[in-house]
Every structure is written in structure tokens, then in C-alpha cells.
């Protein structure tokens, strides 16, 4: 823990709810949601971890982060009940649906470059639905900016920008690139790739998708960089991002305070003032 007076910055991911905010530190998680009855729900608790000799492995490591990162949902839903999941929701089961059905299809259809680009293309179909169904969109804008206020010293949120250069949406370019490439190589030396060898290829482009993620953060000012970025960025701002109300920043300012209780951390300004109706779980 940081001495009195002290402040250190911690690195925060997070996931929007349908109904609230999921934040990642580096040790723990916290989840705040806004309940039918106007009330906040607050939870916390320890983040399971990896090995930390998979974490060390470049490649590895990418999946091994997103393996914690789904290891946490039954915890947010064991201790908040009334968490909403941005999948939970018809229209995105449907919309999965049919981009593993059609996608199928596609590939069989068309064959070759020209069905793993297709198919590809479809696969984003579920996680676009999501954003545009519900208060998705607005929640990952409250994730942005209670992180970026956070990050910046302000306790303002409502000036912080609701596109942020973390977003997972950047992922999306290399990950896409990855997996045409990996199909391409796998046609080449595999006569009938089964569903196992796709799986596998998935996997490894997670993995590299993360290093050229950790890559364009470190290299932030090369115009590579900021062209892997480009796609991401426009796709938070025209899609995956709506400005909240400031019920929906209430929320986000409950999970950055309970993070950072649980983390043992002060604040670069001082505590975020707390939301009314806060309810701990």
C-alpha cells in the first residue's frame, strides 16, 4: 500500500455491463450496477490469476489475460445477481447465431481467402448488436471516462474523452489480420483443417493481436502506430461509445472507488465523491 499522501496510478481495464461497469486492477476487480430500484450495487474481490510463467511468454500471455479477464464473470455474478451481461440480451444471441451458422456457410460457399474474409467480417457481428442494443454503449463510455479522469487527476469524468487508446477495440485490426493470415497458412498445410485447427488459429491470433496491442502502446507516437489505432478509435467513436447520463457516471464513479479501496491505492485528487444510494455487497 502507498504511504499517507501518496498516490500511485494504477494501470485499470474494464468491461461495460448492461447495467453497470466491471473494472480490472492488477490485483483485484470491482463492479458496480445501477439495480431497477434507482439503487448502486457495489462488489469487489481477488482476480484469479495465471501462472506467471504463461504470463511471461510473449504470444501466451495475451490469452492467458483474457482467460482472467473471463474467469471473473461467475464471480460478477455470484455477488451481484442483478448484473446484466452485454450479451445477455436476445438480439445478441440471435446475432451470434447466425454469424456461426453464416459464417459456416460462407466459408463453404465461397472457399478459400475469399470465405475466411467473409467469415471474419460476419464474426463482429454479435459484439456491434451488443453495443448498439441497451445502455451497452453508454456503460463503455462510462468506462473510458471514469478511467481516463482517473488516469488524468480530474474528478470530473464528465469532461474525459469516451474514447480511450486501451480499448480493446484496437485489438480488432490485428486480430482480423491474424486470423485471415493464419487461415491462409493453415490451407497451405493442412488438407482438411478441422474445427480444432480453426480454434487454435483463433487462439494464436488473440495472442499476437496482444503483442502488437503492447507494441503501438509503447511506440504511441509512430505513424504505425496511430494507423493501427485509426480503426479502433473510429469505431468507439461512431459505434461502440455513446455519451452517458450522469446516473450512468454515478455508477462509474462507485466501481473506480471500490477498486481502488480494494487495492489499497489514494487517488492522485482524492477519493471520487461517492454516488447516493451506494449498496455494498
Not at 462488489?43 to 501462472?51: E, L
Not at 478511467?147 to 480493446?168: L, P, Q, T, V
Not at 480503426?231 to 473506480?256: I, K, W, Y
Request: glycine share 12%; with cysteine.
Amino acid at each position: 500500500m502507498s504511504g499517507a499522501g501518496e498516490a500511485r496510478v494504477l494501470r485499470l481495464g474494464g468491461m461495460a455491463l448492461r447495467n453497470g461497469l466491471l473494472v480490472h486492477g492488477p490485483t483485484s476487480w470491482a463492479a458496480a450496477i445501477r439495480a431497477p430500484d434507482g439503487r448502486i450495487h457495489v462488489a469487489s474481490g481477488r482476480k484469479p490469476r495465471a501462472p506467471r510463467a504463461l504470463i511471461a511468454v510473449p504470444g501466451a500471455r495475451g490469452v492467458a489475460r483474457l482467460a482472467e479477464a473471463m474467469a471473473v464473470i461467475p464471480l460478477v455474478r455470484r455477488a451481484l445477481p442483478q448484473a446484466r451481461l452485454p450479451f445477455e440480451d436476445a438480439a445478441v444471441a440471435g446475432a451470434a447465431l447466425t454469424a456461426s451458422l453464416g459464417g459456416a456457410l460462407i466459408r463453404r460457399r465461397l472457399g478459400g481467402a475469399r470465405g475466411d474474409r467473409a467469415a471474419v467480417a460476419l464474426s463482429v457481428l454479435p459484439a456491434l448488436v451488443s453495443l448498439r442494443s441497451g445502455d451497452v454503449a453508454a456503460y463503455h463510455g462510462v468506462e473510458h471516462k471514469a478511467i481516463a479522469a482517473y488516469e488524468h487527476g480530474s474528478e470530473d469524468a464528465r469532461e474525459a474523452a469516451k474514447e480511450h487508446d486501451r480499448c480493446g477495440s484496437h485489438l480488432l485490426t490485428p486480430m482480423l489480420a491474424a486470423n485471415l493470415a493464419g487461415g491462409a497458412l493453415l490451407r497451405r498445410t493442412v488438407e482438411r483443417p478441422g474445427p480444432l485447427a480453426g480454434a487454435l488459429v483463433s487462439l494464436a491470433s488473440v495472442g499476437l493481436a496482444v503483442e502488437v496491442f503492447a507494441w503501438s502502446e509503447r511506440r504511441a507516437d509512430t505513424l504505425f502506430a496511430r494507423a493501427l489505432r485509426w480503426p479502433g478509435h473510429e469505431l468507439q467513436r461512431m459505434l461502440g461509445t455513446r455519451e452517458p447520463s450522469d446516473e450512468q457516471l454515478d455508477v462509474g464513479r462507485a466501481a473506480l472507488a471500490e477498486i481502488l479501496r480494494v487495492e489499497g491505492v489514494v487517488p492522485p485528487t482524492g477519493e471520487p465523491g461517492a454516488a447516493k444510494g451506494v449498496q455494498p455487497r
